[in-house]
T-cell receptor
Framework: GQQLNQSPQSMFIQEGEDVSMNCTSS?????WLWYKQDPGEGPVLLIA?????ELTSNGRLTAQFGITRKDSFLNISASIPSDVGIYFC????????????FGGGTRLMVKP | DTGVSQNPRHKITKRGQNVTFRCDPI?????LYWYRQTLGQGPEFLTY????????KSRLLSDRFSAERPKGSFSTLEIQRTEQGDSAMYLC?????????????FGPGTRLTVL
């Protein structure tokens, strides 16, 4: 089946740093979504991407839909403590029952 | 506009018991999805409804699992004869018809612990 490889698996950040994470797949997706999940809660939608090459921002967050339709990137600028959490990418193929395929997540932690 | 709601938020049960979870989607969202998430993993698709019709089921959905959406609004997910391996977070999501149909909004989840 389809799989999404998300990297890095985890990273430490210091307040004010920029953060980058990405998702790659061997399959083509028509839609890419990025979510953030806090412990014990459901994923919260951050950014939705619908077209290859699309670059979309949401505040300090910027995400891009790769031109090959097999990858996507999420950048967080000037990180703050509340950015801590798990970030998931998810891809959707429209003719596959509308199911989202999720990456394994990137865990963001604050450097001690 | 209220988000997706799920009840209960937590459920602890003994192996062999039946459990039922409820999901109320965002008002007027005609598409509803169930996912399961185990610790340290991303959510995995279980099933999908468009209105009251169940259009897709994952191989993860064994015959002990059944989902319904009788009136095209709320949905229930029942697990019969629970096993310890069923312990997970069960997530519900909904999306609208037409423009934005690909964008799924998740509820807070129901965490199931099977003892």
């Amino acid at each position: 089946g389809q799989q999404l490889n998300q990297s890095p698996q985890s990273m430490f950040i210091q307040e004010g740093e920029d953060v980058s994470m990405n998702c790659t797949s061997s399959s083509i997706f028509n839609t890419w979504l990025w979510y953030k999940q806090d412990p014990g809660e459901g994923p919260v939608l951050l950014i939705a991407l619908y077209k290859a090459g699309e670059l979309t921002s949401n505040g300090r967050l910027t995400a891009q839909f790769g031109i090959t339709r097999k990858d996507s990137f999420l950048n967080i600028s000037a990180s703050i403590p509340s950015d801590v959490g798990i970030y998931f990418c998810a891809g959707l193929v429209n003719n596959a029952g509308n199911m989202l395929t999720f990456g394994g997540g990137t865990r963001l932690m604050v450097k001690p | 506009d209220t988000g997706v709601s799920q009840n209960p938020r937590h459920k602890i049960t003994k192996r062999g018991q039946n459990v039922t979870f409820r999901c109320d989607p965002i008002s007027e969202h005609n598409r509803l999805y169930w996912y399961r998430q185990t610790l340290g993993q991303g959510p995995e698709f279980l099933t999908y409804f468009q209105n009251e019709a169940q259009l897709e089921k994952s191989r993860l959905l064994s015959d002990r699992f059944s989902a319904e959406r009788p009136k095209g609004s709320f949905s229930t997910l029942e697990i019969q004869r629970t096993e310890q391996g069923d312990s997970a977070m069960y997530l519900c999501a909904s999306s609208p018809h037409g423009r934005g149909a690909d964008t799924q909004y998740f509820g807070p989840g129901t965490r199931l612990t099977v003892l």
